[in-house]
């Protein structure tokens, strides 16, 4: 049976209800949200003269939710547009409608008798064959299959969504008993291939995978960090970044979080599993309890670990929780010898080896705890899972880990890991004495372009599934390598498509990248059908190397910095105008010089998680590498007869000087950086390079031919440049902008008015490009520039001078 999911129901509308309604309202499901109906009139609605008949205090409680949802931040919709596909109701008056839809999903509170009750009303109405799913994290299934229907059973699973939904990628899937094969097969697909998750096969044990292992680690550390005598600062840095996790590391995500959903689920697990090992590190240490009687729950409390407060000043600070005193004090820099020999080493999953033989306390946390958490997972199979690389999936996908338990093992070396994990009084499981005992010395392998992992009842590595729909570069990167320099390697794809992939620092775009962006296409020229210029890092490109641009200001060599320009340019223009079809793969931030590599490209497969954007302002000067000009000639091409053509080119304009970046790839659409019915979004940003090259096939089969460079490009001149100067005049008289600032828009203003010609008229791109390129040169000269750039380099932040 083909199921196609149209209209999906989603009953219960707090955070996790209206995320995830916002998420398939983003893959353009159309969503009811319902929730229950008011008991009482607030003081408002009664004022009004409403009563609990009325259809707004009816839904009050699901539409303020949602609204709420809608007007967070992060958002939880790709586009605000998006969310006209949500129409919502209450479970008293609307039920009945989800007879229309194609699944439903419970997301109503963790209690099983509210949710049997649901699940009751959901039968009388729910036609026979629509999928029926809890977003449950704790309770068991059998409990909530009691007293429902054949037909009902056969068709229930948990979907077990992260939060936030749109951002977390893991979607927990756990069969129930009588759930047919075929429901399952189909939630593990439409999780990968439209929800853009990595599906997760789960057992229905406490917490699944994601959060038994993710709590072991939080609580594993709540035990250490006094034991080992470390602040909540030093813990944070130990656990942030230099290891691959997110930024907030560990009790800056528990204050994100609230630190009341991590006792839920820690109490669940100890009061559920006295099986378990390590059943006492799940009993909360006593600074939690206290924390807990204090309500210090984090961000939705005003302070957890750490405490915002305003000084006499006015000035913000962030206070740590000491927890010996369970007082707030400023906070302290966190320094480690070991963290500094990592500084030079790029890949995170390097640096492992180095960690955990560090000499000072840092080296010691390491030891401590990845040693417990090796010997936690290993013990977990075939408990939770029955395959080692789901709980690396996991953990990756549901807690933003670069790299899951068993693939840092792995780099630390297996039997180093186990040699550590004896130190600390931990034993190996049979089975990992046993692969080791017969040679096998890792739990992953690669070979011909894929992920091997060691299966434990056949002893062996075998291929791990799903992965024919992906192009994993760290897989193929050696054995497909065409070339290579400091900032590119180009790998052939197979079937005539090339891909360069940046390398450089966060992928910033310099000489050396761009020589390898012209030596891609001319290979693709000579050799091959298509080119697409992608990478799987955390962004797709931060823009320009701007310390190459302030170096060569400061010293004045305005020759070299003028052929470095042009440079930047023609790689553009050939994207553009090479005689095979060219693809760019954004993803992440795709900022300035980034973005203008995208508008040049003959197609864009973003993925939805794109933050697209021409940000020059912020370091002073205007779009040089064709932004300027690619701009202006699109807001040419939207002209239509009777515009006012002026307003047109002003929106465009706006986009460059307000530095405007797009939340999501929906939103590149409306600032006019994608372009609808040409350039596509890929939801699932592990599918997007396999996507990529399939659009590059079908251009090349399809006769792709290079297009004639542009010479009809309608420009305003002094019409549109009189207008623009009028503007900018008055922002600075209002101090909305600075002196600098009206300069640079006012340089911008040149550009995309095409000077001062007398009346409208047409230019090729190339006069645009010399005119973007003399006016970017004439900023780089200038003093309050260089202070912008040089800021940026010391700071990451734009400095308004």
């Known amino acids: 049976m083909k199921r196609r999911i149209r209209k999906v129901a989603v009953i219960g509308s707090g955070i996790m209800g209206s995320g995830i309604a916002c998420h398939f309202a983003n893959i353009g499901a159309e969503v009811l949200l319902l929730d229950i109906a008011p008991k009482d009139l607030t003081d408002a609605e009664k004022a009004k003269g409403l009563t609990l008949e009325s259809k707004a205090v009816r839904n009050r409680i699901v539409n303020d939710n949602l609204k709420a949802a809608l007007k967070s931040k992060p958002s939880p919709i790709y586009n605000q547009k998006f969310a006209n596909r949500i129409s919502t109701g209450n479970l008293t008056d609307d039920l009945s409608k989800v007879a229309e839809v194609d699944w439903i999903i419970e997301v109503v509170v963790e209690r099983l008798d509210i949710k049997k009750q649901v699940f009751e009303q959901i039968e009388k109405y729910r036609k026979p064959g629509t999928l029926i799913t809890s977003n ?9 299959n009691e007293g429902r229907s054949e037909d009902f059973r056969q068709h229930f699973a948990i979907t077990h969504f992260f939060n936030p939904p749109r951002y977390l990628k893991l979607f927990e899937v756990v069969p129930g008993p009588d759930c047919k094969q075929e429901v399952t097969d189909f939630l593990m697909e439409y999780g990968d291939k439209f929800l853009g998750k990595t599906s997760v096969m789960a057992k229905d044990t406490p917490a699944f995978i994601g959060n038994r292992i993710g709590i072991f680690g939080i609580q594993s ?24 996790r997110p930024k907030s ?85 966190a320094n480690f010898a070991t963290l500094e020999l990592t500084k030079t080493i790029d890949n995170v999953i390097d640096r492992f080896p180095v960690l955990v033989g560090g000499k000072d306390k840092a080296g010691e946390f390491y030891r401590k705890n990845f040693a417990a958490l090796f010997a936690y997972v290993q013990n977990r199979i075939p408990e939770i899972s029955d395959e080692l690389y789901r709980i690396d999936d996991a953990m990756k996908a549901g807690f933003g880990w670069e790299n899951g338990p068993f693939e840092i093992w792995d780099a630390i070396g297996a039997e180093k890991a186990v040699e550590i994990m004896k130190a600390e009084g931990h034993e190996p499981a049979a089975w990992v004495t046993e692969m080791l005992g017969a040679g096998i010395t890792s739990f992953y392998s690669v070979k011909d372009g894929a992920t091997y992992y060691y299966d434990i009842p056949q002893k062996k590595h075998i291929k791990k599934p799903g992965q024919d729909a992906f192009i994993i570069l760290d897989n193929i990167r050696k054995s497909k390598e065409v070339f290579k320099n400091s900032g590119v390697v180009i790998e052939d794809l197979g079937d005539g498509i090339l891909n360069v992939e940046f390398r450089s620092k966060m992928n910033t775009i310099g000489g050396d990248v761009l020589a390898g962006i012209n030596k891609g296409i001319d290979l693709a020229e000579k050799d091959f059908q298509g ?53 760019s793969a954004p993803h992440g931030m795709t900022l300035g010089g980034g973005c203008e590599l995208s508008l040049h490209a003959d197609k864009v497969v973003a993925a939805a998680e794109t933050y697209m954007g021409l940000v020059e302002f912020g370091v002073g000067v205007i779009p040089g590498g064709g932004g300027s000009k690619e701009m202006t000639l699109r807001a040419a091409d939207t002209f239509r007869k009777n515009d006012v053509e002026l307003n047109v080119l002003q929106e465009y304009f706006l986009t460059i000087g307000m530095a405007k970046v797009s939340t999501s790839a929906y939103e590149a659409f409306d600032l006019g950086l994608l372009q609808q019915g040409k350039d596509v979004v890929v939801v699932n940003k592990d599918r997007q390079l396999a996507e990529a090259k399939k659009h590059a096939l079908l251009m090349a089969e399809a006769g792709y031919t290079q ?12 019409q549109a440049l009189g207008m623009f100067l009028v503007g900018t005049d ?19 203003a040149y550009v ?23 006016a970017f040169l004439s900023l780089c000269t200038e003093r309050k520039t260089l202070e912008r750039i040089q800021h940026m380099l010391k700071t990451g932040k734009p400095l308004r001078n």
């Open 136 to 144: 449950t994290s704790g309770i068991p299934i059998a409990f909530m």
């Open 221 to 244: 550390l709540f035990h250490q960090v006094k034991d080992l005598g470390l602040t909540v600062e030093e813990v944070d840095k130990l656990t942030g970044p230099v290891i691959g």
């Open 249 to 333: 590391a560990t009790f800056r995500t528990v204050d994100v979080v609230g630190l009341d959903t991590l006792v839920h689920v820690a109490n669940g697990i100890y009061e559920n599993c006295p099986e378990d090992e390590a059943h006492e590190l799940f009993k909360l240490p006593d600074f939690i309890n206290t924390m807990m009687e204090n309500k210090w729950l984090g961000s939705k409390t005003g302070q957890g670990f750490y405490k915002k407060v305003k000084g006499d000043d006015g000035n913000s600070e962030i206070l740590s929780l000491d927890l010996d005193t369970m007082e707030y004090r400023s906070k302290k820099r």
């Open 531 to 583: 080119l697409i210029v992608g990478n799987q890092g955390p962004n797709f490109s931060v823009g320009a190397n701007i310390g190459m641009i302030f170096m060569m200001a400061v010293e004045q060599e305005y020759d070299e910095l003028n052929m470095a320009i042009k440079m930047f340019q023609d790689t553009m223009m050939r994207m553009r105008y090479s005689s095979i079809p060219t693809i």
């Open 707 to 718: 297009p004639p460079q542009r010479k009809d490009i309608k420009v305003l001149g002094k």
């Open 730 to 748: 008055s922002m600075e008289a209002g101090k909305y902008i600075s002196e600098h600032d009206k300069k640079i828009a006012n340089k911008l």
């Open 752 to 774: 995309m008015a095409g000077g001062d010609l007398s009346e409208p008229n047409y230019v090729s791109e190339q006069y645009l490009l010399d005119i973007e390129r003399e």
